[in-house]
């Protein structure tokens, strides 16, 4: 008995030992294991690329994004093109003649007045200007790195023109517009905008180990330590746990740049606009692509032989079932039929303004006058 007790003492005792012994064996190769894994998922954190076209495929709670790029020619006196219009489909002109196009104006580029519904639009002018109007009275002029935020909520009507106030040169426009989802609860909120003016627009400046310069121009969002100017008050960006953010990142060549991590389950793209190509965590990618990364973890960007220019889009999914129908974005085919019948009821206020294609004159500068009487005017 006392062997046998002796025996089985001396087993568990060469098992506990065992197992001392191979527990941190074991650990170490799982940690072996894991760094491995996070060296390769860092190595490669591309999702997915695709080639991009006029309106930029996005990742909710986005809806899409557009580019507008036009030469526009030199302005008459009517703030529309000094040259001929004739060979256009004036009035839906999204064919690129003559290195411009006429969208929905026809006589002034741009977009006359027309009806939102359920979600945001953030129009961020790179270059140009826009003259805004809208059905509650409210009207502006911004350009030349201002951004407008503007919350459509239950329903707006406003015009997006872009006047050619230069008469001695040329009128070069550039902007994109950023269509940003409002959750249900949200969607018939009180229409509101705000601008956000490109003088007061975080930017952070700085050069890389190699003294390359880089601008990382925080529209939304925070970036590291840097915030962004407060978005609209009802906007899905207005909650910092949402952690939306649009940045423009604009690259020297050969300049590098870290993109710090996001949380998991947030949705991230970059699109790669300018440039002749962009090193992401080693992988080369060639102008004009989107690409989709994962967000938990920091990224690499290094430009190549020219400038490179990366606006980057991220936020928490909404996740709500979403049905658009030309100008409105709803829930549900009912929500849907419901916006048209407002508008043609109401429409969303009217338009107090003498044409659709309002624009402002030519000596006005940079303001916004708001739908409460409050008049913000800047210089330059």
């Given at each position: 008995?006392?062997?046998?007790?002796?025996?089985?003492?001396?087993?568990?005792?060469?098992?506990?030992?065992?197992?001392?012994?191979?527990?941190?064996?074991?650990?170490a190769?799982?940690?072996?294991?894991?760094?491995?894994?996070?060296?390769?998922?860092?190595?490669?954190?591309?999702?997915?690329?695709?080639?991009?076209?006029?309106?930029?495929?996005?990742?909710?709670?986005?809806?899409?994004?557009?580019?507008h790029?036009?030469?526009?020619?030199?302005?008459?006196?009517?703030?529309?093109?000094?040259?001929?219009?004739?060979?256009?489909?004036?009035?839906?002109?999204?064919?690129?003649?003559?290195?411009?196009?006429?969208y929905?104006?026809?006589?002034?580029?741009?977009?006359?007045?027309?009806?939102?519904?359920?979600?945001?639009?953030?129009?961020?002018?790179r270059?140009?200007?826009?003259?805004?109007?809208?059905?509650?009275?409210?009207?502006?002029?911004?350009?030349?790195?201002?951004?407008?935020?503007?919350?459509?909520?239950?329903?707006?009507?406003h015009?997006?023109?872009?006047?050619?106030?230069?008469?001695?040169?040329e009128?070069?426009?550039?902007?994109?517009?950023?269509?940003?989802?409002?959750?249900?609860k949200?969607?018939?909120?009180?229409?509101?905008?705000?601008?956000?003016?490109?003088?007061?627009i975080?930017?952070?400046?700085?050069?890389?180990?190699?003294?390359?310069?880089?601008?990382?121009?925080?529209?939304?969002?925070?970036?590291?330590?840097?915030?962004?100017?407060?978005?609209?008050?009802d906007?899905?960006?207005?909650?910092?746990?949402?952690?939306v953010?649009?940045?423009?990142?604009?690259?020297?060549?050969g300049?590098?740049?870290?993109?710090?991590?996001?949380?998991?389950?947030?949705?991230?793209?970059?699109?790669?606009?300018?440039?002749?190509?962009?090193?992401?965590?080693?992988?080369?990618?060639?102008?004009?692509?989107?690409?989709?990364?994962?967000?938990?973890?920091?990224?690499?960007l290094?430009?190549?032989?020219?400038?490179?220019?990366?606006?980057v889009?991220?936020?928490?999914?909404?996740?709500?079932?979403?049905?658009?129908y030309?100008?409105?974005?709803?829930?549900?085919?009912?929500?849907?039929?419901?916006?048209?019948?407002?508008y043609?009821?109401?429409?969303?206020?009217?338009?107090p303004?003498?044409?659709y294609?309002q624009?402002?004159?030519?000596?006005?500068?940079?303001?916004?006058?708001?739908?409460?009487?409050?008049?913000?005017?800047?210089?330059?």
């Amino acid at each position: 008995m006392e062997n046998n007790t002796r025996r089985s003492f001396l087993t568990r005792l060469s098992m506990g030992m065992s197992a001392v012994i191979v527990a941190p064996i074991v650990g170490a190769t799982e940690n072996i294991k894991n760094t491995f894994k996070k060296g390769m998922e860092k190595a490669n954190p591309i999702l997915e690329v695709r080639p991009m076209g006029f309106q930029w495929e996005t990742l909710d709670p986005f809806l899409f994004c557009v580019h507008h790029e036009d030469q526009f020619p030199k302005g008459n006196a009517a703030l529309g093109p000094n040259t001929s219009l004739g060979g256009r489909s004036l009035g839906d002109d999204f064919i690129i003649k003559d290195g411009f196009r006429m969208y929905h104006g026809k006589t002034i580029p741009g977009f006359p007045g027309h009806p939102h519904r359920g979600f945001e639009t953030i129009t961020v002018v790179r270059r140009g200007m826009v003259d805004h109007a809208d059905s509650m009275g409210a009207s502006g002029r911004y350009g030349n790195g201002d951004v407008q935020w503007m919350t459509a909520g239950k329903g707006v009507q406003h015009s997006e023109m872009f006047p050619l106030l230069k008469q001695d040169e040329e009128n070069p426009l550039e902007l994109f517009q950023i269509w940003l989802n409002l959750p249900s609860k949200q969607k018939m909120v009180q229409p509101h905008f705000k601008m956000l003016w490109g003088e007061d627009i975080p930017k952070i400046r700085k050069k890389d180990a190699n003294g390359k310069e880089i601008t990382i121009e925080v529209i939304a969002g925070n970036y590291k330590q840097t915030k962004a100017l407060a978005p609209p008050p009802d906007s899905w960006a207005a909650n910092p746990s949402h952690e939306v953010a649009v940045w423009n990142i604009l690259l020297a060549p050969g300049a590098s740049v870290e993109l710090p991590a996001a949380s998991l389950g947030i949705n991230r793209t970059l699109y790669f606009y300018e440039g002749d190509e962009l090193m992401v965590q080693g992988n080369n990618i060639q102008r004009y692509h989107s690409i989709k990364v994962k967000p938990e973890l920091s990224i690499d960007l290094k430009a190549g032989a020219k400038p490179a220019q990366i606006l980057v889009l991220q936020g928490k999914p909404i996740g709500e079932h979403v049905i658009q129908y030309g100008p409105f974005v709803m829930n549900t085919k009912e929500e849907i039929n419901q916006a048209f019948e407002d508008y043609h009821r109401t429409q969303f206020g009217g338009w107090p303004w003498g044409r659709y294609d309002q624009v402002h004159p030519r000596s006005k500068g940079r303001f916004a006058k708001h739908a409460d009487g409050r008049e913000e005017v800047k210089t330059g």
